[in-house]
Every structure is written in structure tokens, then in C-alpha cells.
């Protein structure tokens, strides 16, 4: 039984690092309005809603230290966020709601609204940039809903998977 469990963390992290590779590679994802999705944001909610609160984190910190490796901005600003995240998300969908594509989907929408004006606020707003709204507008807003549009791949994707090896765990 604990070796699908690893079998599951590793099919996992593969698909973190393959969708890290897609998500870096310039031109392989089309810009959308002036903005490129970030895809790892949904693969970490996607995974946090099927695992417990401890894998989750673990995973959403993995993906939010990836972001701020391919980002160049802060080391460790998305790996905090996204690792509260998941953990927040992996403990309510454990204990108060039912896991199917529309709370996913509304799990996507707020978190990543979150990351992204955090991101606005905490690299624009605070700095005082005379175009901060500007950014938001032409930046962080086409990035929030590009980044979501992608959840229901990610979803889908991870449900899969985990139900395909919790299957023969029972």
C-alpha cells in the first residue's frame, strides 16, 4: 500500500516538472492580451484537493518555489503562498467539501485571484509605481484568467490519477 503511495507522489512530481518545463519554455505557450499563464498554480490546487493537508503543502511549496525560480523575483514569495494554500486547500476538501469540477473551479478562482493581486500589491503597489494600475489591468488581469482557463486540464488530469492508484490501494 505505501508503495502506490510513493508511485503517486512521483507521478506527481513528474507532472510538476514536466508542466514547469511547458510553463518556461518561451513560445511553447501562446500569449494571450500580453500575459502567459502560470501553469503550476493549478496543478498545486488540482493535487491539494485529492491529497492530505501535509502532501499538499509539500507539493504546492515544490510548485511555488518553481515559480520563483522561473520568475526571478523573490525567492520563496509563491512557495509560502501556494504552500498555505494547498494547505488550506487540501484540509477543507478533506473535511468540508465535495471534491467534483465546480468547487475545483471555484477553489481555482479564488486562489489563484489571491496569488495573483498579492503579486500585484506586493510588487507594484508597495513599490509606489506610478502605472500600477496599468499592470494590473493589462498583466496580472489577463494572467488570472488564463492561469484559471487551464484548471479544468489540471483537474481532470489529477482526479485521473488518483483515482487510478487509490483503486489498487483498496
Known amino acids: 500500500m505505501e508503495k502506490l503511495k510513493v508511485l503517486r507522489?512521483?507521478?506527481?512530481?513528474?507532472?510538476?516538472?514536466?508542466?514547469?518545463?511547458?510553463?518556461?519554455?518561451?513560445?511553447?505557450?501562446?500569449?494571450?492580451?500580453?500575459?502567459?499563464p502560470v501553469l503550476l498554480i493549478?496543478?498545486?490546487?488540482?493535487?491539494?484537493?485529492?491529497?492530505?493537508?501535509?502532501?499538499?503543502?509539500?507539493?504546492?511549496?515544490?510548485?511555488?518555489?518553481?515559480?520563483?525560480?522561473?520568475?526571478?523575483?523573490?525567492?520563496?514569495?509563491?512557495?509560502?503562498?501556494?504552500?498555505?494554500?494547498?494547505?488550506?486547500?487540501?484540509l477543507i476538501a478533506a473535511n468540508l467539501i465535495q471534491t467534483n469540477f465546480l468547487t475545483a473551479m471555484i477553489t481555482a478562482v479564488i486562489s489563484t485571484g489571491c496569488v495573483v493581486l498579492l503579486q500585484w500589491v506586493f510588487f507594484y503597489l508597495l513599490f509606489s509605481y506610478s502605472h500600477a494600475a496599468y499592470a494590473l489591468t493589462?498583466?496580472?488581469?489577463?494572467?488570472?484568467?488564463?492561469?484559471?482557463?487551464?484548471?479544468?486540464?489540471?483537474?481532470?488530469f489529477n482526479r485521473a490519477l488518483a483515482l487510478q492508484i487509490r483503486a489498487k490501494e483498496e
Open 42 to 90: 493549478p496543478i498545486a490546487l488540482s493535487i491539494a484537493m485529492f491529497e492530505k493537508e501535509t502532501a499538499a503543502m509539500a507539493f504546492g511549496l515544490l510548485c511555488g518555489l518553481l515559480i520563483d525560480f522561473g520568475a526571478g523575483g523573490v525567492l520563496g514569495f509563491h512557495g509560502l503562498l501556494l504552500s498555505v494554500i494547498c494547505y488550506s486547500v487540501g
Open 138 to 156: 493589462a498583466h496580472y488581469i489577463p494572467r488570472f484568467f488564463y492561469t484559471t482557463a487551464f484548471m479544468p486540464v489540471a483537474y481532470y
Open 9 to 36: 507522489y512521483f507521478a506527481y512530481t513528474i507532472e510538476i516538472l514536466v508542466f514547469y518545463m511547458v510553463q518556461e519554455t518561451p513560445g511553447l505557450v501562446p500569449d494571450l492580451f500580453g500575459a502567459r
